[in-house]
């Protein structure tokens, strides 16, 4: 048997008063997103902040001049959201944690918009399969993967011209409205609608194209794409997650801390620095320490 310290951890900031906290960060998308919280919380006098965007989390050590609320109102402000993380609560053994619904969502949304791409791709690239008014078709299928499947990048984009900002999701957004809202001028206006027209693959843009030209393949497959890579991400992060919980759940869930020359047994997250607990033969050590009394091997 030994007893073991916990060590006092390196501060972050020096002042007395300072206090921490840990905040959930939602309605990221890229690493730029994070990047402008980031900023905008350690813009607040005497508050130091690291937000993570795999994990959706930041940490943030801030005054007693400040409160939680403020730190909040400031990433609201910024085009997203904070909360502060529940309580945690024991859970029965063998109930598996709730799924993260954002892979499914993005599944979903990418399964159409591929179904619905590919013939318009196919169509637009490859003129032995251009019959007469195909493009209205490529229209019609090319519509719901613009506005449905790409609404997640439409909305962030506009979220973050609301707070002057542009990320990723803008350019996407940008882009891809720009290609469907041409090809539908050229459709309705111009020439492209004419009974007959044909398009070819090329690999550039002749001065020639004018109004006949129509860009829908591009408009829905870049839409299909990308909601195919935000769908293996947000896999991967939940992936992540999951190997991280099995990883906390090889920890200590309680320990015998040494109280007026007795042992009493709390729960680990109840350590406080400087407690002194015991670690008996074959225990799991509860956190990182001091060894004071004793003798053992670990592994």
Excluded at 17 to 39: F, W
Aim: glycine share 8%; with cysteine; net charge negative.
């Amino acid at each position: 048997m030994s007893s073991t310290t916990t060590e006092t951890p390196t501060p972050i900031r020096t002042a007395a008063d300072a206090s921490e906290v840990e905040l959930l960060i939602g309605g990221m998308t890229c690493a730029s997103c994070a990047a402008r919280v980031e900023k905008k919380l350690n813009r607040m006098d005497g508050v130091t902040a690291t937000v993570n965007f795999a994990t959706e989390k930041a940490k943030v050590t801030f005054p007693a001049g400040i409160q939680v609320a403020d730190l909040i109102a400031t990433v609201v402000k910024t085009g997203y959201t904070a909360e502060e993380p529940p309580p945690p609560q024991p859970e029965p053994a063998g109930e598996k944690a709730p799924e993260d619904p954002e892979p499914a969502a993005y599944r979903q949304r990418f399964t159409v918009s591929a179904v619905l791409a590919l013939p318009v791709v196919l169509l637009s690239m490859i003129p032995a399969l251009q019959f007469d008014n195909w493009q209205w078709l490529a229209l019609t299928l090319a519509a719901p993967v613009v506005v449905w499947g790409g609404l997640p990048f439409h909305k962030a984009a506009w979220t973050n011209a609301r707070h002057g900002a542009a990320t990723m999701d803008t350019l996407v957004s940008v882009g891809t409205l720009a290609a469907f809202g041409w090809s539908l001028w050229a459709l309705f206006f111009g020439d492209a609608g004419m009974p007959g027209m044909h398009d070819e693959f090329r690999f550039t843009v002749s001065r020639m194209d004018g109004a006949s030209a129509i860009y829908l393949e591009v408009a829905a497959g870049v839409v299909a794409f990308i909601l195919l890579g935000r769908y293996l991400e947000a896999r991967s992060k939940r992936r992540a997650g999951a190997a991280l919980r099995a990883l906390l759940e090889l920890g200590a869930k309680d320990v015998s801390v040494l109280r007026d020359g007795r042992e009493v047994r709390i729960p680990v997250s109840q350590l406080a620095v400087g407690d002194r607990f015991v670690v008996r033969p074959g225990e799991k050590i509860a956190t990182d320490g001091t060894v004071v009394e004793g003798a053992s091997a670990v592994d």
